[in-house]
């Protein structure tokens, strides 16, 4: 099983769901030294062994998989409606129609059966813990598990369920906050207190993440007790990342300077470039997938139309620190 206290480099590619990931980048992040990761979410099952296969053919390194554990949940159906009635101008506007809220476990059996064939050296979960039944079977094929945690209770409970180690994600983070509460208020403490607090209460291995993106904080977290940093939005410039166009743009912007966490998007929590969509849509209600759905066709369309203003571009709070380059030259920039 893949010791991560052995990585050539402390860098872990942090997974980025929705295109930036690619198996490219992965396998790049991997040969730099790191560990590179395939995001699941959003990938159907069979979508997934293929990113898999490709990653597989550009490393012999480890690469890890991350899946979203989607907890049953009743949105309010009023409350949607209503949320759909204030962006249908926008979409309007962009010529798409609105996608149909709905809940889906984001294809989990299936994709739990490819990790269980496939055997990637780690699985990390986000959104939740896994069944101590699902952690076992994995850890019988020799796959280091993984839990995604932002408060020291969650970080608790998941090695109490069986899992091998842990991703600390700090409020920094760009892109979705992996709370395992969907309705409440994300936990604000920063990354290297939440980190000290984790180290301190649980005896696994332990990632951390949120904010970096440079040589020094990588360094911090090390320091503090990780025995990596895991590092997504300093690669959403990189040459293999799949970052779309709209996206490059306001992270190349030298006047975008701040990001703000929103559920305006997907009705979960998730940290971006401040734009006029969020700025216009604080109150927007929980609800996940129903609104990743519901907003999917806009978002898509926004995208399309490279409109930075109604688009979501996640990024975490580093994101001025972000350059150009290969997944190569940016690992060799962040190792301390």
Same mark, same amino acid.
């Given at each position: 099983? /893949? !010791?991560?206290?052995?990585?050539?480099?402390?860098?872990?590619?942090?997974?980025?769901?929705?295109? @930036?990931?690619?198996?490219?980048?992965?396998?790049?992040?991997?040969?730099? &030294?790191?560990?590179?990761?395939?995001?699941?979410?959003?990938?159907?099952?069979?979508?997934?062994?293929?990113?898999?296969?490709?990653?597989?053919?550009?490393?012999?390194?480890?690469?890890?998989?991350?899946?979203?554990?989607?907890? @049953?949940?009743?949105?309010?159906?009023?409350?949607?409606?209503?949320?759909?009635?204030?962006?249908? @101008?926008?979409?309007?506007?962009?010529?798409?129609?609105?996608?149909?809220?709905?809940? !889906?476990?984001?294809?989990?059996?299936?994709?739990?059966?490819?990790? /269980? !064939?496939?055997?990637?050296?780690?699985?990390?979960?986000?959104?939740?813990? +896994?069944?101590?039944?699902?952690?076992?079977?994995?850890?019988?094929?020799?796959?280091?598990?993984?839990?995604?945690? =932002?408060?020291?209770?969650?970080?608790?409970?998941?090695?109490?369920?069986?899992?091998?180690?842990?991703?600390?994600?700090? $409020?920094?983070?760009?892109?979705?906050? &992996?709370?395992? !509460?969907?309705?409440?208020?994300?936990?604000?403490?920063?990354? /290297?207190?939440?980190?000290?607090?984790?180290?301190?209460?649980?005896?696994?291995?332990?990632?951390?993440?949120? &904010?970096?993106?440079?040589?020094?904080?990588?360094?911090?977290?090390?320091?503090?007790?990780?025995?990596?940093?895991?590092?997504?939005?300093?690669?959403?410039?990189?040459?293999?990342?799949?970052?779309? @166009?709209?996206?490059?743009?306001?992270?190349?912007?030298?006047?975008?300077?701040?990001?703000?966490?929103?559920?305006?998007?997907?009705?979960?929590?998730?940290?971006?470039?401040?734009?006029?969509?969020?700025?216009?849509?604080?109150?927007? $209600? +929980?609800?996940? +997938?129903?609104?990743?759905?519901?907003?999917?066709? /806009?978002?898509?369309?926004?995208?399309?139309?490279?409109?930075?203003?109604?688009?979501?571009?996640?990024?975490?709070?580093?994101?001025?620190?972000?350059?150009?380059?290969?997944?190569?030259?940016? =690992?060799?920039?962040?190792?301390?």
């Amino acid at each position: 099983m /893949l !010791d991560l206290r052995e990585l050539r480099v402390p860098v872990v590619g942090a997974p980025m769901a929705g295109g @930036p990931t690619t198996p490219a980048l992965a396998a790049a992040v991997t040969e730099a &030294g790191g560990l590179g990761f395939l995001a699941a979410g959003y990938r159907g099952g069979d979508a997934l062994a293929a990113d898999l296969e490709a990653a597989r053919a550009l490393t012999s390194g480890p690469l890890g998989v991350n899946l979203f554990l989607v907890a @049953p949940f009743e949105a309010d159906p009023a409350a949607v409606d209503a949320y759909r009635r204030a962006i249908e @101008p926008e979409a309007t506007r962009l010529g798409a129609a609105l996608g149909e809220p709905r809940w !889906d476990d984001d294809d989990w059996e299936r994709k739990l059966e490819v990790v /269980l !064939d496939t055997r990637p050296e780690v699985v990390s979960f986000t959104f939740g813990c +896994p069944s101590a039944d699902a952690l076992r079977r994995l850890a019988d094929r020799n796959v280091l598990t993984a839990v995604t945690v =932002t408060t020291v209770a969650e970080a608790r409970s998941a090695v109490a369920r069986g899992a091998a180690s842990l991703a600390v994600q700090g $409020p920094e983070a760009g892109g979705h906050r &992996g709370t395992w !509460d969907l309705e409440a208020e994300p936990d604000g403490t920063p990354l /290297l207190e939440l980190l000290a607090a984790v180290v301190a209460a649980v005896p696994v291995p332990v990632v951390a993440g949120g &904010g970096i993106a440079d040589a020094a904080a990588v360094a911090g977290v090390l320091d503090t007790g990780a025995v990596a940093a895991q590092v997504g939005t300093a690669y959403l410039l990189a040459g293999e990342a799949g970052t779309r @166009p709209v996206h490059r743009a306001a992270l190349r912007d030298p006047s975008t300077a701040e990001t703000g966490v929103t559920r305006a998007y997907t009705g979960r929590w998730a940290r971006g470039l401040v734009n006029r969509f969020m700025t216009e849509h604080r109150d927007a $209600p +929980p609800g996940y +997938p129903q609104l990743h759905h519901l907003t999917a066709p /806009l978002r898509a369309a926004a995208a399309a139309a490279g409109d930075a203003q109604v688009a979501h571009l996640w990024a975490g709070t580093g994101h001025a620190s972000v350059r150009e380059g290969s997944a190569a030259e940016i =690992t060799a920039a962040l190792t301390p």
